[in-house]
Nanobody, 125 residues
Framework: QVNLVESGGGLVQAGGSLRVSCAVSGRTINKATMAWFRQGPGKEREFVATISGNDGTPDYADRVKGRFTISKDNAKNTVYLQMHSLKPEDTAIYYC??????????????????WGQGTQVTVSS
């Protein structure tokens, strides 16, 4: 079985920083594509960031580029999302996902086959 467990969410003031983590079991992350998605209140789930399994190349949604950094620790089989300069519109449940998608699908939910339960990030004004 493949299991993803997010942690590290919480309440932070606008302009602050937070790091969320995704611990993965049942799949080696250096052989899989990893991603973060988020879903705010009343919104559809949207792509945030992805990192490739082979060489660790990241890519980001325009809304978070320059503020968020995705990284991974292969020894710990854990993926991270470091968030800086947080805005109230970043408030969402953040979900970790894994897949073996082709590059054209890496920004979309259907490119991933396993998902975590999510961790809540709330940014106050």
């Amino acid at each position: 079985q493949v299991n993803l467990v997010e942690s590290g969410g919480g309440l932070v003031q606008a302009g602050g920083s937070l790091r969320v983590s995704c611990a993965v079991s049942g799949r080696t992350i250096n052989k899989a594509t990893m991603a973060w998605f988020r879903q705010g209140p009343g919104k559809e789930r949207e792509f945030v960031a992805t990192i490739s399994g082979n060489d660790g190349t990241p890519d980001y949604a325009d809304r978070v580029k320059g503020r968020f950094t995705i990284s991974k620790d292969n020894a710990k089989n854990t993926v991270y999302l470091q968030m800086h300069s947080l805005k109230p519109e970043d408030t969402a449940i953040y979900y970790c996902a894994t897949g073996q998608s082709v590059p054209r699908l890496r920004f979309y939910m259907n490119g991933y086959d396993y998902w975590g339960q999510g961790t809540q990030v709330t940014v106050s004004s």
